[in-house]
């Protein structure tokens, strides 16, 4: 008797579990990400981005940032320089419960303003993921790394990572 209490209750606790898969198609999701950058030297940035659930699994990504590095070494001289770039791609997410990984990548414009005017503009992608805590259907937060390959343009790649807020709402 004993053994089917105990496994009734078994049952009863694993059945009865909520598990928070609410991600899904038509789902929108705003996300501030402050984060650390660095294109041959350190910085910090902030970027704002948009999606929208395409399909349980696939969101569509709309961001753009901007960066400050405030010492960087260019043709051997250290100068100042900002970032800013704009982005379009997709998100895919494995959301099965409260913990939610994902993968992301993106094409873009990117351009990079020095210290003295000169400006430079440039076209590549990024390649990333991280991994967001829900613990309710409203919000979110998370931790990212990107990797901005520039493919075409006079500007360095460089790499971003930091923390990531979420706001959903249909």
Same mark, same amino acid.
């Given at each position: 008797?004993?053994?089917?209490? /105990? ?11 909520? %598990?928070?898969? %609410?991600?899904?198609? &038509? ?9 650390? %950058?660095?294109? !041959?030297? !350190?910085? *910090? *940035? ?5 999606? =929208? ?7 569509? =990504? ?21 970032? /800013?770039?704009?982005?379009?791609? #997709? %998100? ?6 409260? =913990? ?38 409203? =919000?979110?937060? &998370?931790?990212?790394?990107?990797? !901005?390959?520039? #493919? #075409?343009?006079?500007?360095? !790649? ?13």
């Amino acid at each position: 008797m004993f053994r089917i209490r /105990l496994s009734v209750l078994c049952i009863v606790l694993i059945v009865g579990t909520p %598990v928070i898969a %609410v991600a899904g198609e &038509g789902e929108h999701v705003v996300s501030i990400r402050p984060e650390y %950058v660095n294109f !041959h030297s !350190h910085g *910090g *940035g902030l970027s704002i981005g948009y999606q =929208w659930g395409f399909s349980d699994f696939i969101n569509l =990504w709309f961001d753009t940032g901007w960066s400050y590095v405030p010492s960087q070494s260019i043709d051997g001289e250290a100068r100042s320089a900002q970032r /800013l770039y704009s982005t379009v791609g #997709a %998100v895919y997410h494995l959301d099965s419960s409260q =913990w939610v990984p994902y993968l992301s990548t993106s094409l873009g414009v990117y351009s990079q303003l020095l210290t003295e005017g000169e400006s430079h503009v440039g076209f590549g992608f990024q390649l990333g993921g991280g991994l967001d805590y829900r613990p309710e259907r409203t =919000w979110s937060i &998370g931790i990212f790394g990107m990797f !901005h390959a520039i #493919a #075409a343009g006079r500007l360095p !790649h460089h790499a971003s990572a930091g923390l990531r807020v979420n706001i959903y709402f249909r």
